[in-house]
């Protein structure tokens, strides 16, 4: 298949939902909701936050690239000094404010993708995204610019493989549509170590479910709110299963 980040490109292109399929849709099955990403009071003692608070030391700063509400960024409140948020989605950005307000982080946003908006949102000591790589397909300038980013290192948080495969059954059963492999942690370690770093890999179960309400899989599966008893009876044939992450950290 050629590169690393070749393969990448391509399981994760394939990832995406057919034209037929997406023009059909009552709403656009991207985005999410700020309801569901608010940053916990108390963090959840993971090996991404140790690896965090290990890179920060006594004190330091911290980009949260792909934000949400600052779950990865306030896990760090302590030595955290100050909080830059970058997101898409500026209701996110406004939730990850009131986050910093709250534990009282100084903090700044900056509204757009990474890495386009990399230059805006400047150097911090440590870097962290959590739960975005699935979400790129380009992969080697989203992660040299992670790095670039950094003075201390790089902290990424992400399933072990893509967080929506395990719906691929219900695309089957409502649209015929048999979804190809999805990429895994490993695939994106290769990547990383095919741009010269040397990651530490931490291996973890994550207690926090997968969102298995009606409503947010029938949204997802581009289905009409009518759809959403069907698809209530259909979560019931497929069994929650343990959500494997892995916790990715490198130095520049």
């Known amino acids: 298949m050629g590169s690393a980040a070749e393969r990448w490109a391509q399981l994760q292109s394939g990832r995406g939902i057919p034209a037929e399929i997406l ?8 985005g999410h909701d700020p309801a569901d990403f608010t940053a916990p009071d108390v963090p959840e003692d993971t090996p991404s936050r140790a690896a965090g608070l290990a890179l920060l030391g ?4 911290v980009t949260d690239v792909g934000c949400g509400g600052g779950d990865a960024a306030f896990a760090l409140v302590g030595p955290l000094t100050r909080a830059t948020g ?16 709250v534990r009282g982080v100084p903090a700044r946003t900056v509204l757009g993708t990474w890495p386009e908006v990399a230059d805006e949102a400047g150097t911090a000591d440590v870097v962290v995204s959590h739960h975005v790589l699935h979400n790129v397909v380009d992969l080697p300038p989203f992660l040299a610019a992670l790095t670039a980013a950094a003075g201390r290192g790089v902290v990424v948080e992400m399933l072990s493989e893509h967080p929506m495969a395990w719906l691929d059954p219900l695309w089957r059963r409502f649209h015929d549509l048999d979804r190809p492999e999805p990429a895994t942690v490993d695939d994106a370690v290769a990547v990383v170590r095919e741009q010269g770093l040397e990651p530490e890999v931490t291996r973890w179960e994550r207690e926090r479910p997968a969102p298995r309400s009606a409503a ?4 997802r599966l581009c289905l009409a ?3 959403e008893p069907e698809v209530a009876a259909a979560l019931e044939d497929i069994p929650p299963r343990p959500r494997t992450a892995a916790t990715l950290v490198w130095r520049p």
């Open 225 to 227: 709110p009518e759809h």
């Open 23 to 30: 023009a059909r849709a009552p709403v656009s099955p991207w």
């Open 86 to 101: 970058v997101d898409s989605q500026q209701d996110m950005l406004e939730l990850f404010e009131a986050g910093a307000d």
């Open 216 to 219: 947010w899989v029938t949204r």
């Open 58 to 61: 006594t004190s330091g700063t």
